[in-house]
């Protein structure tokens, strides 16, 4: 069973810059997609970012140039570098992967922009 462990997020000012990143346990598969995703309160939940074999990546258009998507596709890790966060950002983040046409999803993560 594959299991999505964030860390990061937080409380930030207006401006701020927040760091995330989230690995994959229990498979030695490589993950093919990675991504984020975020849900605001009483929204649906949004595409933020993705890489694709760790390499290739695609964006919300809300987030491009302030937010950037990175990681190690041989490890299973990926991570989220958001800067110049406006309080729009605000939401609950979660990690997503595809693996073997199977979806998984991290267990969500609070950021909270706000001066």
């Known amino acids: 069973q594959v299991q999505l462990v964030e860390s990061g997020g937080g409380l930030v000012q207006p401006g701020g810059p927040l760091r995330f990143s989230c690995a994959a346990a229990?498979?030695?598969?490589?993950?093919?997609?990675m991504g984020w995703y975020r849900q605001a309160p009483g929204k649906q939940r949004d595409f933020v970012a993705n890489i694709i074999s760790g390499v290739r990546t695609n964006y919300a258009d809300s987030v491009k140039g302030r937010f950037t998507i990175s990681g190690n596709n041989a490890q299973n890790t990926m991570y989220l570098q958001m800067n110049n966060l406006k309080p729009e950002d605000t939401a609950v983040y979660y990690c997503?992967?595809?693996?073997?046409?199977?979806?998984?999803w991290g267990q969500g993560t609070q950021v909270t922009v706000s001066s």
């Open positions: 229990g498979t030695n598969v490589r993950i093919y997609v």
């Open positions: 997503h992967a595809t693996l073997a046409a199977q979806v998984y």
